[in-house]
């Protein structure tokens, strides 16, 4: 906070204007600790970048620069007014206007309408103050319009709601519900970035529910894997776990996201995860042979009491590069050249190192090496 009210006072000192605003007033109002910092301004990107010593051209086509204080980056975008919307998805036009007021017109919800002074006094034209207190997610202006211009503030009503637990507000609500089939028009990678948010979310069960009601879930690729019981899903924070409970739940793999374009991490994680949660018994070589991210989702699915990280740290060794032993010890032993069977041999001494069955040292591989493997190789 204090970085960004540096960046307003600024701003201010060489004659433009300057406010936080979005999703940090939204934030600070509730006493939370807000994510990242959006400052709007009269000035315009060049004049930005003139004033900052450090600054990254993360967005300037929509007039944002980001600016670096120390270890903290303030996005900082220039008074805008959204207009000409011909599909249902983006402005094709950003017009630079000097009005804070028109800025905060073309924001989603009164909450996240709100801009602050640097000496904290609020701007509040839509009654954001009171939504808030009141828990209320409200379109600002008509709603039918602006989910008629952007079909995914649909979808970001539905995220904030399990993200603050809050409630929709009714108008805004009906809205959707009449207007839930725009939501097609919305490039899948925007949509993703939402559900992954709800996914991740405190209250992804009150997110989900809206999700249902307002037919929007009807709407989505794969919609119907949010029909399921979702009473004992706990969010950890992690999106793929809420993705996981869906596929385990309604008993589908991994394909049945291949709308969403996941990334090959993702589907590997979605795949190696529904894998270890089938597993009957969980033992030293399970936990050796998937990743920490894999085990975590597969023990969340499960409900699981184990903590894998624990588990994991107490392996005699974590990968192949920990053993005492390598490829070359082994030719030297033998006297034989590389072949399949030093794979198989390294294999046979990973897995009973990891088992605890072999000490990983180099003498008692050596030992354990001539007895029972090179007798008949
Ligand atoms: P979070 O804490 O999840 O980051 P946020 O409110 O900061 O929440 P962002 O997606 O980072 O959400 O957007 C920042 C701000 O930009 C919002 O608070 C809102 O004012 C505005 N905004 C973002 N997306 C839209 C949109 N599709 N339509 C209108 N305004 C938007
Ligand atoms: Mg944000």
């Known amino acids: 906070m204090k970085t960004a009210i540096e960046v307003i006072k600024k701003l201010k000192s060489s004659g433009y204007e300057a406010y936080l605003v979005g999703g940090a007033v939204r934030d600070f109002l509730l006493g939370k600790d807000p994510k990242d910092f959006d400052v709007a301004t009269s000035a315009e990107p060049v004049q930005v970048k003139e004033i900052f010593d450090r600054t990254v051209d993360t967005g300037i086509q929509h007039g944002t620069v980001l600016v670096l204080i120390g270890g903290t980056g303030v996005e900082v975008t220039t008074f805008r007014t959204e207009s000409d919307y011909t599909d249902n998805r983006r402005p094709d036009r950003v017009e630079f206007v000097n009005s804070l007021a028109e800025d905060l017109k073309r924001r989603d919800f009164t909450i996240n309408a709100m801009a602050m002074t640097e000496e904290l006094e609020l701007v509040d034209i839509f009654g ?96 119907d894997l949010f029909r399921i019981d979702w009473q004992d899903f706990k969010p950890s924070g992690d999106p793929l776990s809420g993705w996981l409970y869906a596929l385990w739940h309604s008993k589908k793999d991994a394909s049945a996201l291949a709308s969403y374009k996941l990334s090959n991490e993702e589907k590997t994680a979605v795949a190696k995860a529904l894998e270890a949660a089938g597993l009957e018994h969980w033992n030293q070589w399970t936990y050796y042979s998937y990743t920490l991210r894999q085990l975590e989702l597969a023990a969340g699915l499960m409900q699981k009491q184990q903590n894998p990280a624990v588990q994991k740290s107490r392996l005699p060794v974590q990968s192949k590069s920990d053993l005492a032993v390598n490829g070359r010890d082994l030719m030297e032993w033998s006297g034989q050249k590389a072949g399949p069977w030093l794979k198989d041999a390294l294999g046979d001494i990973e897995r009973r190192v990891v088992c605890g069955e072999l000490e990983n040292e180099k003498d008692k591989i050596k030992e354990w090496f001539f007895d029972e493997y090179n007798r008949d190789k």
Not at 144 to 169: K, T
Not at 197 to 212: E, G, P, T, V
């Open 128 to 223: 954001g103050r009171q939504d808030l207190e009141e828990k209320l997610i409200r379109a600002v202006g008509e709603p039918e319009e602006r989910f008629q211009e952007d079909a995914l503030r649909m979808l970001r009503a539905v995220r904030f709601s399990g993200q603050l637990d809050f409630s929709i507000d009714e108008q805004t609500l009906a809205a959707i519900k009449r207007n839930a089939s725009l939501i097609r028009s919305v490039a899948v990678e925007r949509i993703k970035i939402e559900l992954d948010k709800i996914m991740a979310n405190q209250h992804a069960a009150r997110s989900i529910d809206y999700l249902l009601y307002s037919g929007l879930a009807d709407q989505l690729p794969s919609g």
